[in-house]
């Protein structure tokens, strides 16, 4: 299965992924609340459920330089329009925290309203013991796609922090947190087509 997001194409073992933020449960009732979120695509396998945000930032690196550095640290660099966003570690981790809610609420309703239906299967997945038991594990992976990087922090030490910040975010979730490009990314989860 493939998914196209941000200009990347991604390919899927299985058929078990999702486009989770282009869902009509999403768009149309878990939107309704005020400053919702959600991650890009959901993938389930036997080893992984995957959370995945990505952010292609090719030839926008001067507008997003600033949300690169963890915890808003350089939002005072970001443009007047701009300052309604997050840093990246900021962002993912509510995104994260606001997709396992709309997968939780489109629980509620089951079959009972059409556009929940297409989340079950994920929320179902999600809500097993088998992440407790370490026989599944939950990824959530930055995909971060980009020239960053200069003569005081290197693309790998960027990566690094955001990937820090992201587990602490995330101490709450049982979960394997992964920031990673076109050239660090594990081929086992998915490939770049």
């Known amino acids: 299965m493939e998914i196209n ?4 194409t991604f390919r899927f073992v299985q058929d078990s992924a999702l486009k989770f933020d282009d869902t009509e449960f999403y768009r149309k009732q878990f939107n309704s609340l005020p400053g919702s979120k959600g991650v890009d695509i959901l993938y389930d396998s036997a080893k992984w459920f995957v959370m995945l945000e ?3 930032c090719s030839g926008q690196e001067a507008d997003n330089r600033w949300r690169i550095t963890p915890n808003n640290k350089k939002i005072h660099l970001a443009s007047e329009n701009a300052k309604d966003r997050e ?3 900021i962002e993912l981790a509510q995104k994260v925290a606001m997709t396992i809610a709309c997968l939780t609420g489109a629980t509620t309703f089951g079959s ?3 556009a929940a239906c297409p989340l079950m299967p994920f929320s179902d997945a999600l809500h097993q013991e088998v992440f407790a038991t370490h026989s599944k594990k939950l990824l959530v992976i930055l995909f971060l796609e980009g020239q960053f990087g200069g003569q005081t922090r290197t693309k790998k030490v960027i990566m ?4 820090n910040s992201l587990r602490t975010k995330l101490g709450w979730l049982n979960c394997t947190v992964s920031v990673v490009d076109s ?3 594990n081929h086992d989860v998915f ?3």
Request: net charge neutral.
């Open 160 to 163: 690094r922090e955001l990937q």
């Open 54 to 56: 990505i952010k292609n």
């Open 87 to 89: 840093s990246l570690d």
């Open 5 to 8: 997001e941000s200009g990347l």
């Open 191 to 193: 490939t770049l087509v």
């Open 183 to 185: 050239t660090t990314y």
């Open 112 to 114: 009972l309203r059409q």
